[in-house]
């Protein structure tokens, strides 16, 4: 079957693009080749007048370009594969562009308006392609979006969009759809100027369009002789600075680890200072550059193809119908549990929000309210939208109101006697089949499931916090949970727009198991006499979003102590954490919990954090003499990935791709590097193997090189193989 058709009347050709056995268009070489082949014949066929591109996948257009369809150009060419993925780049080039030129001889004479009229998303290569048309016509879908996301997984447009954004709106204009990946509604979109206009039918208005459209209406702004970049090139006064701050602040923010940030500000340099086609030639070389560099390759695994496949259900029970909550409890109106019930609420689940007192559970109602109020302030939704999620929210003290729940989430307190109370009294008040998740960072689900007469439809969900914000949810199953609650449990996630990972009950489950090391190693060096900012910036510097000390005052000083005692009364003589707790109740002794207390390991105006307490010096000097950057770096790096490998040696992770996604988003590992998994295969197991076995003769037996790596490090394997 092919991926386009094209029927001509009235005398325009309407090409449609449906790919076959997608929910979505992706763009296939194959393909590429059937568009190019009907927008020739269409060009060259008198009785066609325009062309119009559309899609026959309902409120969408297309989602960009197959990536199998990159790995093969790469494989196709051999020894020289840089050779083979830029030749693939600039066909997609010269097809796009004879779009855009229709036809047209060197005087811009003769062509034939090309419209593309989008149902609904148009993202990558999809909103490139229609960049390359002479007018874009969008439906007023409000959960369409339109834009170039590639940046989040480690690529930046190459088929063109970087090209034609620049010289659609300069440099400034350019940069939060280039550098940000900020994708937009069709609405917003028109008001950007990334569409041209919104018509309830695209269709209709781009065929009325191509029939009146002037010969004028199809040269681009840099087709045209004398055009200037808006705003000015690299050398122009008034574009000099907006080039040298484009590039310290995006240093700045990155900390120049992301290839595709540093190629994608190369090929805007560089492009601006030569004509269009050049400067597509140079977009194709550095987007051939990104493909090539193994941080972006680990990033596309991990951030597209994985996070896609975890997203579509992957890991889900397969014997079990597709489940969906019909209305959820939820126990306990804090933080935690009244972003879950805003969450749920939002996805268009009824939820009722229990709490000890009706003050407590109003609050909680509130806390949503509020951050309602924010996303209409931002023009994320509307008031008629926050009213419908707020409707569906009903705040009490009344369990009777759990009458009719199919699942109910409890997040009270992270006290297994506090949990066990509300478990037997909720459970009373449903029926058999309803599935109970309790949310926790740390505590045995087999202990918690002992408080419930069905264990098998009982398991954990740990959501992060902020719930609004976080995307990854740890779904937990116990020694007993069944196959019906995991995949009960995996469709609600799914249908809250948040990333699942599934993994098997064990303390502190996958991300905490990996976090809190992190955090104790940052408190270990601070014993040790290092610099406060230099482990905080050798941090960032290795592409973690936080220091660890800034990521302890987020979480809480407090927090941490809970956490340490109750590790210590359940690990015993295992406990090896003991000497870092020392820094955590000094800090409690002298009232610095951290930035919900307005002090911490940081100082803080009000909401605004303002720079490390200083002091710090005098309650943990600083040594004379400091440690390399790089052995600051592996030390909170390795530290992590080490234990994500013991995670997956002791079965609590199904796999690598549950490990990497479920790290990157989770607590935000390096996203530069794929995750964990994705780094030591970066480094290779042989050294890694080394290095760990070095950390752990210098700082102790928490960096010992897990049985698994030193395997692969003998037989030469690695973990994506």
């Known amino acids: 079957m092919s991926d386009f058709s094209a029927s001509t009347e009235g005398g325009v050709c309407t090409i449609t693009w449906d790919t076959p056995g997608k929910s979505m268009n992706v763009m296939s070489l194959e393909a590429l080749g059937q568009l190019d082949a009907l927008v020739q014949a269409a060009l060259a066929e008198p009785a066609v007048t325009g062309i119009v591109i559309t899609s026959a996948k309902p409120g969408s257009f297309a989602g960009g370009m197959d990536l199998n369809t990159l790995a093969a150009l790469r494989e196709a ?26 036809g047209m001889d060197a005087q811009n004479r003769g062509g034939k308006p090309i419209a593309c009229a989008l149902p609904g998303t148009a993202l990558g290569l999809g909103y490139e392609l229609a960049l390359a048309c002479h007018r874009i016509f969008a439906a007023p879908e409000p959960k369409a979006r339109i834009g170039l996301p590639e940046i989040k997984v480690g690529l930046f447009p190459g088929a063109g969009g970087t090209t034609r954004l620049l010289r659609r709106f300069g440099a400034m204009g350019a940069a939060p759809y280039l550098l940000e990946g900020r994708v937009l509604a069709p609405d917003a979109a028109q008001k950007a100027g990334l569409i041209d206009e919104i018509a309830e039918d695209p269709l209709g208005a781009a065929r009325d369009w191509v029939l009146r459209a002037a010969p004028e209406d199809l040269v681009k702004p840099w087709d045209r002789k004398g055009h200037k970049l808006p705003g000015g090139g690299p050398y122009h006064p008034a574009g000099f600075m907006t080039f040298v701050g484009a590039s310290a602040m995006v240093s700045g923010k990155t900390k120049g680890v992301y290839p595709a940030v540093r190629a994608l500000l190369s090929a805007v340099y560089e492009g601006a200072q030569v004509p269009f086609d050049t400067a597509l030639r140079i977009e194709a070389r550095w987007f051939t550059h990104v493909l090539l560099d193994p941080s972006s390759s680990a990033m ?5 193809v994985g996070k896609e496949a975890l997203d579509k259900g992957a890991g889900r029970p397969g014997d079990v119908p597709p489940q969906t909550v019909k209305k959820l409890g939820v126990l306990g109106a ?30 909680g109602r509130d806390r949503a309210e509020a951050s309602l109020d924010a996303e209409v302030l931002r023009g994320k939704t509307s008031a008629t939208q926050k009213q419908a999620v707020l409707d569906r929210l009903t705040a009490t003290t009344d369990f009777d109101a759990l009458a009719g729940c199919d699942m109910i989430i409890e997040a009270v307190f992270e006290d297994p006697q506090v949990k066990a109370e509300v478990t037997r009294v909720a459970l009373r008040h449903v029926p058999e089949s309803c599935i109970f998740a309790t949310n926790t960072s740390s505590l045995p689900i087999n202990k918690l499931s002992e408080a419930s007469l069905m264990p098998e439809n009982f398991l954990g969900i740990h959501f992060f916090s902020p719930v609004e914000k976080m995307m990854l949810v740890e779904v937990i199953k116990g020694a007993r949970t ?67 000390l800034q990521l302890i005052d987020e979480t809480s000083i407090d927090l941490g102590l809970k956490i340490a005692q109750a590790s210590r009364v359940a690990m015993g003589d295992a406990y090896r954490d003991g000497d870092v707790d020392g820094v955590l109740e000094r800090m409690a002794d002298l009232g610095r919990l951290g930035r919900k207390s307005g002090a911490g390991f940081y100082t803080y105006e009000g909401d605004r954090r303002l720079g490390l307490w200083d002091g710090l010096a005098a309650e943990w000097p600083v040594a004379t003499e400091q440690p390399d950057l790089l052995e600051l770096q592996h030390r909170l790096l390795f530290v992590q990935a080490i234990e994500a490998v013991r995670a997956l040696e002791r079965h609590v992770l199904p796999g690598v791709r549950e490990g990497d996604v479920g790290a990157v988003l989770g607590w935000g590992f390096a996203p530069w590097s794929g995750g964990p998994f994705s780094w ?27 049985e698994t790596l030193s395997e692969m490090a003998r037989t030469g394997r690695s973990f994506y193989g």
């Open 77 to 102: 060419a051999g020894d020289d594969p840089a050779k083979g993925i830029f030749d693939g780049i600039m066909r997609l080039h010269a097809v796009l562009r004879r779009i855009e030129r229709a």
């Open 300 to 304: 596309i695994r991990t951030l597209f």
């Open 334 to 363: 804090g933080m935690m549990g009244a972003g879950i019930a805003l969450v749920a609420a939002q996805a268009g689940i009824p939820v009722v929000l229990i709490d000890r007192t009706q003050e407590a559970a109003d609050s």
């Open 482 to 548: 069944g196959p019906r609650a995991v995949a009960k449990a995996l469709d609600f996630v799914r249908a809250i727009r948040k990333t699942p990972i599934v993994v098997n009950d064990a303390r502190f489950f996958y991300a905490n198991r990996c976090i809190i090391p992190y955090l104790n190693e940052g408190l270990r060096l601070l014993r040790e006499g290092v610099a406060p900012a230099l482990i905080e910036n050798a941090a960032r510097l290795a592409g973690m979003p936080l220091g660890p």
């Open 680 to 706: 030591l295969d970066m480094l290779g197991a042989p050294y890694a193997a080394e290095r760990t076995a070095e950390l752990a003769e210098r700082y102790g037996r928490r960096f010992a090189c897990p």
